[in-house]
């Protein structure tokens, strides 16, 4: 069975600090992809990444960045230098061979400024 | 704005009733999929269309449906309506499969 895991269920930095989203997912497919999603406070979702299981490589887009480790079955997701407009809950996602997509239960970000 | 539209915005209705969700993807983009957000059972992916064609399937209950028509819209038919189907329902398109998608604003439904 397919499980995204996202322990964190809140936090709260101030403003100009980093801050980590930790994903962690199981599967037994070897061939599947991961999903980071935002929903802020007014409630529209926003696509942020999708990366397939045979691309480990680090991805950095402005101040977003994306550590992938399948090692350690995390996904985790860097926010530098935070800001108030960053403050939302963050999804993380689990495709595998069924094409059935599995979301974490979310991490609310709460930036302060 | 991302292009997408979702009609209607809010949605009121009775137990036992049935609604139809429909969904306007951004022009030229083949996938479409849904996604209901409840506070029960979290986000949840329903099912994706791509060109007309059902592609995947989630956690789609028997009494929901969906269809893509030619012209690249969907709906989404919710039947025999509960209380626990209360929600917000998303849908989002892409121009292939599972490439970055775009979201609509949302449908609230409130069975009462």
Redesign the interface.
């Known amino acids: 069975a397919q499980k995204v895991t996202q322990a964190q269920t809140e936090i709260s930095v101030v403003e100009k600090e980093d801050v980590t989203l930790d994903c962690v997912y199981e599967t037994r497919d070897t061939t599947y ?1 991961l999903f980071w ?1 935002k929903q802020p406070p007014s ?5 942020l990444i ?1 990366r397939n299981s045979f691309d480990e490589q680090n991805e950095i887009s402005g101040r977003y960045s994306w550590n992938f480790q399948k090692s350690t079955s995390s996904f985790n997701f860097t926010i530098t230098a935070s800001q108030v407009v960053d403050s939302a809950v963050y ?1 993380c ?1 689990l ?1 595998g061979g069924s ?5 974490g ?2 991490m609310k970000l709460t930036v302060n400024p | 704005d ?1 292009g997408v539209t979702q009609t209607p915005k809010h949605l009121i209705t009775a137990t036992g009733q049935r609604v139809t969700l429909r969904c306007s993807p951004r022009s030229g983009d083949l996938s479409v999929y849904w ?1 209901q957000q409840s506070l029960d059972q ?4 329903l099912i ?1 269309y791509y060109n007309g064609e059902e ?5 789609i209950l028997e009494r929901f449906s969906a269809q893509q028509f030619p012209d690249l819209h969907s709906e989404l038919n919710l039947s025999s309506l509960e209380l626990g189907d209360s929600a ?1 329902y ?1 849908c ?1 398109s892409s121009p292939v499969d ?6 609509g ?2 449908t609230r439904l409130t069975v009462l």
């Open positions: 992809y999603y409630g529209e979702l926003v696509f999708r999804f996602a495709q094409e059935k997509l599995v979301f239960k979310g | 991302s996604y979290g986000l949840q992916f994706q592609r995947a399937k989630g956690n917000l998303f989002a599972w490439d970055e998608q775009f979201f604003p949302g």
